[in-house]
């Protein structure tokens, strides 16, 4: 049963800009930044994203915000290669342990 | 670059125990500045995170496994291990290791993963 709920898929044209979204709560998103997971074809996730911090080599059309207890990934015009499955990630201070989202499944139309 | 790779046995059988190694190269396990988490994903399922480890030999596991996990590490290989024991086909999935950097939240860097099928 994951902690954090994201949006079960997400689709857009080429160029377009879409965002995805992962709800948790106080004791999660609430209190600590979130990582975002990119996983392509079931291969090994790549991270896209922590906080608001892009790791060397990410293209800067990835983008991260938070608000509350909701953390959001914007990908501002859409390539055909950012087709994957996106899941988000912090801790969990309550449980003492990593908690991650349900993963949503971004499709370029 | 840093990088992870896991190794170990593809197949196990139920009730026994489920062993894993993690290598890290391009950089060392006794750095001091991380911590190196388990982490698997059950065939078109999502991700569950394990346990973590640092190299004082902390560790934190998920609460629903703690009971059946142990991680150690071996700074002198490089490498930090998985034990799983007890394990059902519903342990059956790709397990990952990744890196963590102290006083964040997130992974930073992630082995390619490894499948592990649990059947007689």
């Known amino acids: 049963q994951s902690a954090l709920t994201q949006e079960a898929s997400v689709s857009g044209t080429v160029g377009q800009k879409v965002t995805l979204s992962c709800t948790g709560n106080?004791?999660?998103?609430?209190?600590?930044?979130v990582g975002w997971y990119q996983q392509i074809s079931h291969g090994a996730p790549k991270t896209v994203m922590f906080?608001?911090s892009l790791p060397s080599g990410i293209p800067d059309r990835f983008s991260g915000s938070k608000s509350g207890t909701t953390a959001s990934l914007t990908i501002s015009g859409l390539q055909p290669e950012d087709e994957a499955d996106y899941y988000c990630s912090t801790w969990d201070y309550s449980l003492s342990a990593y908690v991650f989202g349900t993963g949503t499944k971004v499709t370029v139309l | 670059q840093v990088q992870l790779q896991e190794s170990g046995p593809g197949l196990v059988k139920p009730s026994q125990t489920l062993s894993l190694t993690c290598t890290v190269s391009?950089?060392?396990?006794?750095?001091?500045?991380?911590?190196w988490s388990w982490i698997r994903q059950p065939a078109g399922k999502g991700l569950e995170w394990i346990g973590r480890i640092y190299t004082s030999g902390s560790t934190n596991y998920n609460p629903s496994l703690k009971s059946r996990v142990t991680i150690s590490v071996d700074t002198s290989k490089n490498q930090f291990s998985l034990k799983l024991s007890s394990v059902t086909a519903a342990d059956t999935a790709v397990y990952y290791c990744?890196?963590?950097?102290?006083?964040?939240?997130?992974?930073?860097?992630w082995g390619q993963g490894t499948l592990v099928t649990v059947s007689s």
């Open positions: 906080g608001n």
């Open positions: 106080s004791n999660n998103i609430g209190s600590y930044a």
């Open positions: 990744a890196r963590g950097p102290m006083t964040t939240a997130f992974f930073d860097y």
């Open positions: 391009g950089g060392s396990i006794s750095s001091g500045s991380y911590y």
